[in-house]
């Protein structure tokens, strides 16, 4: 499977942002989908993830109620749109894809990683 992000890009603070991920060289509905990010100097962290079928999502605290995550199984295409972005979003994001049966909350997990995607926030 592979994976090619991209929408990252510098925005103010309070703005929006939306990533996407299309995903080719896999049966689309057999992977949990997963987007990370790094800031500077700190790991790699779990920020949203969605089911398979897109039934279940998982956000982590400091996102909820501003990130959404969602796919397009048809496109092969999964999204995170950020609103009201912060500068402690900064960071490069990336995709990931972990098989259907797999906990999609563990980042060791995940088996298939894209290209990172640098979203910076200015105050």
């Known amino acids: 499977v592979q994976l090619q992000a991209s929408g990252g890009g510098l925005v103010k603070a309070g703005g929006s942002l939306r990533l996407s991920c299309a995903a080719s060289?896999?049966?689309?509905?057999?992977?949990?989908m997963g987007w990370f990010r790094q800031a500077p100097g700190k790991e790699r962290a779990l920020v949203a993830a969605?089911?398979?079928?897109?039934?279940?999502?998982y956000y982590t605290e400091s996102v909820e109620g501003r990130f959404t995550i969602s796919r397009d199984n048809a496109e092969n295409t999964v999204y995170l749109q950020m609103n009201s972005l912060k500068p402690e979003d900064t960071a490069v994001y990336y995709c990931?894809?972990?098989?259907?049966?797999?906990?999609?909350?563990?980042?060791?997990?995940?088996?298939?990683w894209g290209q990172g995607a640098q979203v910076t926030v200015s105050s």
């Open positions: 969605i089911s398979r079928g897109g039934g279940t999502t």
């Open positions: 990931a894809a972990t098989r259907w049966y797999s906990d999609y909350t563990r980042t060791g997990d995940y088996v298939y």
């Open positions: 060289g896999g049966a689309r509905t057999n992977y949990n």
